[in-house]
């Protein structure tokens, strides 16, 4: 397929992400179930996974894997620091860990035997997800079957699928967050400095805005 055609292509999947009604409506595990569906079809991988973090970084959980072959979604596994310590590393402090040949690069070989050759993997392109106090997460594209180059522009790609992520989750937060405590921040960052924040409202806030209680360390 011609450069042009597949910058096209991938412009208009990031624009069908922009516009997506479950980001928007705060919908966050339809929206991952979206966006590793589009991942898939565009960066021509077999599977892409969005992984978070636990409460103090000793693992990643699966909270969304999508396998193309299939069309399966699942969830639910973990991968440990203490096993994978060089991966974890990379993970806090790369915009994003490129493995044309994941089994053989220093990233990412320590998932050779347990991993990469379980599934067939050969090649990795993974993107942190980021909130303002680090990474919380990761999206990880995975080819399977023989190695590849990845471009400059998949890397693009794969670093907006990220951002996109991160601002679903603060979508999510925004849609849980109480209506009267929403108003006030509102309030405070709109108005002149002159000018007092406006009071919190006495309305009681409705079940859906309610914060869900525990999960994965997505803040």
């Not at 699966?62 to 620091?81: I, V």
């Not at 603060?170 to 007092?196: C, D, F, M, N, Y």
Request: glycine share 4%; with cysteine; net charge neutral.
């Amino acid at each position: 397929m011609p450069e042009k055609t597949l910058l096209r292509k991938r412009n208009q999947q990031l624009l069908q992400l922009a516009c997506s009604e479950a980001m928007h409506s705060g919908n966050f595990h339809k929206f991952l179930h979206e966006v590793v569906q589009i991942s898939s079809e565009t960066l021509d991988v077999e599977r892409v996974g969005v992984w978070f973090y636990n409460s103090d970084h000793s693992k990643i959980f699966c909270e969304c894997l999508y396998e193309r072959g299939t069309g399966k979604f699942t969830k639910g596994f973990d991968l440990s620091a203490r096993q994978y310590p060089q991966y974890f590393k990379a993970l806090a402090e790369r915009r994003a860990i490129v493995a044309d040949d994941a089994q053989h690069d220093k990233d990412t070989q320590e998932f050779t035997e347990n991993y990469l050759k379980k599934f067939d993997i050969r090649s990795m392109l993974d993107a942190p997800i980021r909130r303002t106090r680090g990474v919380v997460g990761i999206v990880c594209h995975e080819h399977i079957g023989s190695a590849r180059h990845w471009t400059a522009e998949e890397e693009q790609f794969a670093a907006t699928i990220s951002d996109f992520i991160t601002m679903a989750l603060q979508e999510r937060e925004r849609k849980t967050a109480p209506v009267s405590g929403w108003i006030t921040q509102v309030a405070k960052k709109l108005l002149p400095a002159a000018i007092k924040p406006v009071p919190s409202c006495e309305c009681q806030p409705r079940d859906s805005d309610k914060t869900v209680g525990d999960r994965p360390d997505f803040a």
